[in-house]
């Protein structure tokens, strides 16, 4: 059974940072498809960056400069450094693995960009 936690969501000013963390169990974060996404209210889900094994991370044009996604093979776990945060940025972060052709959710963190 695959699992996901997230965690380091929170409030911050435009222009702060934040880290992401999600720790996988039941998913080996090398060698799966991972990723994270997000959602802002009345807003459909849409991906933020991704890392495909083999391949280099990929990103949405909205975040490219500001986010990095990387991953600590050791701890399993999957990262999304936010950096020059704006505004446009608050939603609900979702860590995601693609496992035999399925795709594994986390809950969800809270990230809100707010002066």
């Known amino acids: 059974q695959v699992q996901l936690v997230e965690s380091g969501g929170g409030l911050v000013q435009p222009g702060g940072s934040l880290r992401l963390s999600c720790v996988a169990s039941?998913?080996?974060?090398?060698?799966?498809?991972v990723g994270w996404y997000r959602q802002a209210p009345g807003k459909g889900r849409e991906l933020v960056a991704s890392?495909?094994?083999?391949?280099?991370?990929n990103y949405a044009d909205s975040v490219k400069g500001r986010f990095t996604i990387f991953r600590d093979n050791a701890k399993n776990t999957l990262y999304l450094q936010m950096n020059s945060l704006k505004p446009e940025d608050t939603a609900v972060y979702y860590c995601n693995h693609i496992f035999r052709g399925m795709n594994y959710w986390g809950q969800g963190t809270q990230v809100t960009v707010s002066s």
């Open positions: 039941g998913s080996i974060v090398s060698i799966n498809v």
């Open positions: 890392i495909v094994p083999g391949s280099g991370p």
